[in-house]
């Protein structure tokens, strides 16, 4: 019985030793959050430039220790591939979309903000002082994050209104649909011509 409990405290001690070694010295407290909302938000996290990676698994490892999986949901370092040319060969590089910064999917409470606020290589959250201000739906689907899907009952010929962007409030029709990348193309009468416009699914509200 008592090597069992021997166990546990040199794995509680583990744990904790792991854990300080990834916080940073000098830990910031929270100046009180409550929790706002059961639905998770994206946050952006300001790192120091290159520890973007290092982050991402640090604070995963500490969302695991302490079982905080509830209110940290994902952590993810955003990254595109591009093609370059070089002598004459194709080859294609990975780099971050957004340096020196980790986006995590969360809800805000005193733990959690304190446990990815404290984690090494973190300088503090995007926001208003210490208060994370979360991106909008729009950003989160600009950036590539989270996919969300529309579905939009539309076919060629039918009338829509754009809602949105720079041709906001005109009418136009339908010439073509593309279902897998969320666009369409429609007409839009300006200045008593005809312009072919791409837009956006949520851009149009069907007529």
Request: aromatic letters at 6%.
């Amino acid at each position: 019985m008592s090597t069992d409990k021997t166990a546990e405290s040199e794995k509680d001690l583990t744990v904790t030793q792991e854990e300080q070694d990834i916080e940073v010295e000098g830990a910031e407290t929270s100046t009180g959050f409550a929790r706002r909302s059961k639905e998770a938000k994206w946050y952006v996290v300001h790192t120091y430039s290159g520890h973007e990676n290092k982050v991402k698994v640090n604070i995963e490892k500490l969302v695991e220790n302490r079982g905080m999986q509830d209110l940290v949901l994902s952590v993810i370092v955003p990254t595109e591939d591009r093609v370059e040319l070089k002598d004459g060969q194709r080859k294609i590089k990975t780099r971050k979309m957004f340096p020196g910064y980790v986006i995590v999917k969360m809800i805000v409470t005193n733990e959690s903000w304190y446990l990815v606020r404290n984690t090494q290589g973190v300088t503090g959250f995007v926001g208003h002082g210490s208060e994370p201000i979360p991106l909008t739906p729009e950003e989160v689907r600009r950036m590539g994050i989270e996919k969300t899907v529309i579905v939009l009952d539309i076919e060629v010929g039918d009338t829509v209104k754009v809602i949105s962007g720079p041709f906001k409030g005109f009418m136009s029709v339908v010439e073509e649909v593309n279902v897998d990348r969320q666009t369409l193309r429609a007409r839009v009468s300006m200045f008593g011509r005809d312009t072919l416009v791409e837009l956006e699914y949520d851009q149009v509200d069907k007529i």
